[in-house]
């Protein structure tokens, strides 16, 4: 059974910078895609960036430009860079790996956007 542990949320000023890591254990069959999302409470969990099999790329509009997904297939683990970090990006980031079997989600890892 894989597991995915994220690291490397806190707090952070507007403008500030972060950098979200996910590492995989365990086995995982086929991967279709690996990505980031994000919920706050009271709201559906929604992606922020996804890496596909044919590692095409797609970013949530509010994040392009701003945020860089990247994955280091070997090591089974996944990042995301958030630059120029702003409020509204305040919420817990989960990593996910989809498969054809199974879609596996971490615990989620806390970003906090704050003066």
């Known amino acids: 059974q894989a597991q995915l542990v994220e690291s490397g949320g806190g707090l952070v000023q507007p403008g500030g910078s972060l950098r979200l890591s996910c590492a995989a254990s365990?086995?995982?069959?086929?991967?279709?895609?690996m990505g980031w999302f994000r919920q706050v409470p009271g709201k559906e969990r929604e992606m922020v960036a996804i890496i596909r099999a044919n590692s095409d790329i797609d970013y949530a509009e509010s994040v392009k430009g701003r945020f860089t997904i990247s994955r280091d297939s070997a090591k089974n683990t996944m990042a995301l860079q958030m630059n120029d970090l702003r409020l509204e990006d305040t919420a817990r980031y989960y990593c996910?790996?989809?498969?054809?079997?199974?879609?596996?989600w971490g615990q989620g890892t806390q970003v906090t956007v704050s003066s």
């Open positions: 996910n790996i989809y498969t054809p079997s199974k879609n596996y």
């Open positions: 365990g086995s995982i069959s086929t991967i279709l895609n």
